[in-house]
């Protein structure tokens, strides 16, 4: 007897990447072989390679508590039986298939399927494999400053401030950026999460040359080791940029207010929106370089990790507070805003409109999709970057989740 | 989409904190100790939003030169933070620019790194003129030449290029010689100069490193080419064999790399022989292409 899985809604292994937010799956019998009566009785568990690595939790049907394993019945016929699964918070995988979903009739394996809980992590905890894979794909991405990456660095100049800056829609906007750059990124290769420069504490192993490099104390000129394929970046055309620090990038963190005074700004999102002042604006100033300034800030490749730092500080707001709801006033802002902050805008570029209040031009087309998840579409409002985890609606869930970060 | 009500006013918002005014009486009180005046500057940044006589106070501040420097430079931080707010600071920018550009010239070296880096970022005419200036005449010259160089980097044209090629003819030191050829990457014409510095053994390994990833941008067949030669010659150096290594191990297709027969021997002689850092690479490239 053998048994085949679809994980996500999707037989293709690029739909096999897991958060913490359920995910759904469906079992069937491929070969009946060996099989009295018209069912089979299964159980449903998880298999972790290693010590570390993902691990998993089930639950039968779209409510109710998860645990490690399920029984299921599963016809003869063919016909698939659905259950869901999810990463076991906090254990996220360390590379891709390092845990399985296995079926087993008795104790006889006749299924499995190797899965990865992908999971956005702190940059300064990566281990080497997985710094030098997100290295790896982010350099290629880069493609000489050419090709896909243009985009994205066309996406954040000065003809484009307004659209994401000193308003409401920041943060909206920066998540979506993000996710769209983080998409391309697994397009390279699938195992890739973004992950996020934890700004308010020290983050030595960030700032060396095997990783995103480090500032020549006189010139501020980021220097790579050989083996580090981001000694090849290139923006505007120019090898290189210079990022001299105003701190020790040793000893000590960026200088911003903690996460903890930054999660206490208010809970409604009118006063947290003032995060983009302290700590987003000193993170970037905390350096002299092109991250300083608005215009020139995604020339540099930590700008993406300082953004995704920025998102996971509003994920964090978002559920202590319980913020996924549009519709609740503490939520978003109810006050009327510039165009590309109000709920109900589709965000530029992604929506392909240029003129009338958007910048001239709308680089980079529609937004990445991803084969493990549908939402938030191509061209996204302001209002679906709430509920990114789908605690509302399942469907409405962005396929990111972070490691200090439970679903709600 | 249900009708949202308007928010209600919350008890618990921020932390409590001193009122703008507060705030930017102490920063541009003489009188209040340096070390408060820099811990009050972290509110200026909201504060100038609030009130343009705040924005106006904090900037006399950054331009008086007999103000401590802690504080210059916690207020100069302060305002560049608050330009981030884009639609609220807008009626700032003017001048905002304009005191940048007198702190281009001001006798702290370090605001006016700062404010060179600021008027650069976005794209100042005054500012590139002031930089190209320094770098043809070093008497005028407000930051070193390795620094405006890379200033430059922010918005390159035909003229910062004829500077940058006579630069890397004639460089005052290697690390110009090497800002130079960075700022060149785009220069299509250039790859004959690329070319030769990566193949130049005693050329400064900085200066390879560049030329190969400037090849890369521009002549990508001529990387593959010199880089293929360069892991299979012993008598080359360690670190340009590991950045020919992780440039054919990451940017080209596997399929020419894995037909490449000679290279791919080249590789495992280098795995056999190499040093510690470039057999470690070796050994990668190898179990992606070859094992």
Same mark, same amino acid.
């Given at each position: 007897?053998?048994?085949?899985?679809?994980?996500?809604?999707?037989?293709? /292994?690029?739909?096999?990447?897991?958060? #913490?937010?359920p995910?759904?799956?469906?079992?069937?019998?491929?070969?009946?072989?060996?099989?009295?009566?018209?069912?089979v009785?299964?159980?449903?568990?998880?298999?972790?390679?290693?010590?570390?690595?993902? !691990?998993?939790v089930f639950?039968?049907?779209?409510?109710? /508590?998860?645990?490690?394993?399920?029984n299921?019945?599963?016809?003869k !016929?063919?016909?698939?039986?659905?259950?869901?699964?999810?990463?076991?918070?906090?254990? *996220?995988?360390?590379?891709?298939?390092?845990?399985?979903?296995?079926?087993?009739?008795?104790?006889?394996?006749?299924?499995?399927?190797?899965?990865?809980?992908?999971?956005?992590?702190? *940059?300064?905890?990566?281990?080497?494999?997985?710094?030098?894979?997100?290295?790896?794909?982010?350099?290629?991405?880069?493609?000489?400053?050419?090709?896909?990456?243009?985009?994205?660095?066309?996406?954040?100049?000065?003809?484009?401030?307004?659209?994401?800056?000193?308003?409401?829609?920041?943060?909206? #906007?920066?998540?979506?950026?993000?996710?769209?750059?983080?998409?391309?990124?697994?397009?390279?290769? &699938?195992?890739?999460?973004?992950?996020?420069?934890?700004?308010?504490?020290?983050?030595?192993?960030?700032?060396?040359?095997?990783?995103?490099?480090?500032?020549?104390?006189?010139?501020?000129?980021?220097?790579?080791?050989?083996?580090?394929?981001?000694?090849?970046?290139?923006?505007?055309?120019?090898?290189?940029?210079?990022?001299? &620090?105003?701190?020790?990038?040793?000893?000590?963190?960026?200088?911003?207010?903690?996460?903890?005074?930054?999660?206490?700004?208010?809970?409604?999102?009118?006063?947290?929106?003032?995060?983009?002042d302290?700590?987003?604006?000193?993170?970037?100033? !905390?350096?002299?370089?092109?991250?300083?300034?608005v215009?020139?800030?995604?020339?540099?490749?930590?700008?993406f990790?300082?953004?995704?730092?920025?998102?996971?500080?509003?994920?964090? #707001?978002?559920?202590?507070?319980?913020?996924?709801?549009?519709?609740?006033?503490?939520?978003?802002?109810?006050?009327?805003?510039?165009?590309?902050?109000?709920?109900?805008d589709?965000? #530029?570029?992604?929506?392909?409109?240029t003129?009338?209040?958007?910048?001239?031009?709308?680089?980079?087309?529609?937004?990445?999709?991803?084969? *493990?998840?549908?939402?938030?579409?191509?061209?996204?409002?302001?209002?679906?970057?709430?509920?990114?985890?789908?605690?509302?609606?399942?469907?409405?869930?962005?396929?990111?989740?972070?490691?200090?970060?439970?679903?709600? | 989409?249900?009708?949202?009500?308007?928010?209600?006013?919350?008890?618990?918002?921020?932390?409590?904190?001193?009122?703008?005014?507060?705030?930017?009486?102490?920063?541009?009180?003489?009188?209040?100790?340096?070390?408060?005046?820099?811990?009050?500057?972290?509110?200026?940044?909201?504060?100038?939003?609030?009130?343009?006589?705040?924005?106006?106070?904090?900037?006399?501040v950054?331009?008086?030169?007999?103000?401590?420097?802690?504080?210059?430079?916690?207020?100069?931080?302060?305002?560049?933070?608050?330009?981030?707010?884009?639609?609220?600071?807008?009626?700032?920018?003017?001048?905002?620019?304009?005191?940048?550009?007198?702190?281009?010239?001001?006798?702290?070296?370090?605001?006016?790194?700062?404010?060179?880096?600021?008027?650069?970022?976005?794209?100042?005419?005054?500012?590139?003129?002031?930089?190209?200036?320094?770098?043809?005449?070093?008497?005028?010259?407000?930051?070193?030449?390795?620094?405006a160089?890379?200033?430059?980097?922010?918005?390159?044209?035909?003229?910062?290029?004829?500077?940058?090629?006579?630069?890397?003819?004639?460089?005052?030191?290697?690390?110009?010689?090497?800002?130079?050829?960075?700022?060149?990457?785009?220069?299509?014409?250039?790859?004959?100069?690329?070319?030769?510095?990566?193949?130049?053994?005693?050329?400064?390994?900085?200066?390879?490193?560049?030329?190969?990833?400037?090849?890369?941008?521009?002549?990508?067949?001529?990387?593959?080419?010199?880089?293929?030669?360069?892991?299979?010659?012993?008598?080359e150096?360690?670190e340009?064999?590991?950045?020919?290594?992780?440039?054919?191990?990451?940017?080209?297709?596997?399929?020419?790399?894995?037909?490449?027969?000679?290279?791919?021997?080249?590789?495992?002689?280098?795995?056999?022989?190499?040093?510690?850092?470039?057999?470690k690479?070796?050994?990668?490239?190898?179990?992606?292409?070859?094992?």
């Open positions: 007897m053998k048994v085949e899985f679809e994980v996500n809604s999707t037989p293709n /292994p690029l739909g096999r990447y897991l958060t #913490w937010s995910s759904p799956c469906r079992i069937r019998v491929s070969d009946p072989s060996g099989i009295s009566g018209n069912s009785n299964l159980k449903i568990s998880s298999k972790t390679a290693g010590a570390t690595g993902g !691990s998993l639950r039968k049907t779209t409510s109710g /508590p998860f645990s490690a394993s399920i299921l019945t599963v016809p !016929s063919g016909e698939s039986v659905p259950f869901q699964t999810a990463g076991k918070y906090p254990q *996220a995988s360390n590379r891709d298939g390092d845990v399985q979903i296995e079926a087993h009739n008795g104790t006889t394996l006749v299924g499995s399927v190797p899965v990865m809980v992908r999971i956005r992590k702190n *940059a300064n905890e990566l281990t080497a494999e997985e710094r030098e894979r997100f290295l790896s794909a982010f350099a290629q991405l880069n493609a000489k400053g050419l090709g896909r990456f243009t985009d994205f660095r066309e996406m954040h100049t000065s003809a484009s401030r307004p659209q994401a800056h000193g308003a409401a829609g920041f943060l909206p #906007w920066h998540r979506i950026y993000i996710l769209d750059l983080e998409r391309e990124l697994q397009e390279i290769d &699938p195992s890739v999460a973004l992950p996020y420069w934890r700004f308010d504490l020290p983050a030595p192993k960030l700032f060396k040359k095997n990783y995103l490099g480090e500032a020549n104390p006189l010139t501020g000129a980021v220097q790579f080791d050989s083996a580090n394929p981001l000694q090849f970046w290139t923006t505007d055309g120019v090898q290189g940029f210079m990022r001299r &620090p105003r701190f020790n990038t040793n000893t000590q963190s960026a200088n911003v207010i903690d996460e903890t005074a930054t999660l206490n700004l208010g809970n409604d999102y009118d006063a947290f929106i003032d995060m983009e302290d700590p987003h604006g000193y993170a970037h100033t !905390s350096f002299m370089g092109p991250i300083s300034s215009p020139t800030a995604a020339r540099d490749p930590l700008f990790l300082l953004h995704c730092n920025v998102d996971r500080l509003w994920a964090k #707001w978002q559920r202590k507070n319980v913020r996924y709801d549009y519709n609740s006033p503490q939520a978003y802002s109810t006050s009327p805003q510039p165009i590309n902050h109000n709920l109900t589709s965000l #530029w570029p992604w929506n392909g409109v003129g009338s209040g958007r910048p001239p031009t709308a680089p980079g087309g529609a937004l990445a999709s991803s084969l *493990a998840v549908s939402a938030p579409g191509p061209m996204p409002l302001v209002l679906n970057t709430l509920d990114y985890q789908g605690n509302l609606s399942n469907l409405d869930r962005f396929g990111y989740d972070y490691d200090d970060v439970e679903f709600a | 989409m249900a009708k949202r009500k308007s928010a209600k006013k919350q008890t618990v918002k921020k932390s409590s904190q001193p009122s703008p005014a507060k705030l930017i009486s102490t920063v541009t009180n003489d009188a209040v100790p340096e070390q408060e005046r820099v811990q009050a500057s972290r509110g200026a940044s909201a504060a100038v939003l609030k009130d343009e006589a705040y924005f106006k106070k904090t900037m006399e950054v331009l008086d030169q007999s103000q401590p420097a802690s504080v210059r430079h916690a207020c100069l931080q302060a305002l560049e933070v608050a330009s981030f707010q884009t639609i609220k600071f807008e009626k700032y920018r003017k001048d905002y620019i304009l005191m940048m550009r007198k702190l281009a010239r001001d006798s702290d070296p370090e605001i006016r790194f700062s404010a060179l880096n600021t008027l650069s970022c976005e794209k100042d005419g005054y500012a590139q003129k002031r930089l190209l200036d320094g770098l043809k005449t070093p008497d005028k010259a407000l930051v070193e030449p390795e620094v160089l890379q200033l430059l980097g922010n918005d390159v044209h035909a003229e910062v290029y004829s500077v940058a090629r006579e630069l890397v003819k004639k460089p005052p030191s290697e690390q110009v010689k090497t800002e130079a050829l960075k700022l060149l990457a785009a220069d299509s014409s250039a790859s004959k100069i690329f070319e030769k510095v990566l193949l130049d053994k005693s050329e400064n390994t900085e200066n390879r490193q560049v030329s190969a990833a400037a090849l890369h941008s521009i002549k990508p067949k001529s990387l593959y080419k010199h880089a293929a030669s360069i892991v299979k010659d012993n008598s150096n360690d340009i064999q590991a950045t020919c290594l992780t440039a054919l191990g990451n940017f080209f297709s596997d399929q020419d790399v894995k037909a490449d027969a000679d290279l791919v021997k080249g590789i495992q002689t280098l795995k056999k022989k190499g040093k510690t850092q470039v057999k690479q070796a050994t990668q490239f190898l179990k992606k292409f070859a094992e």
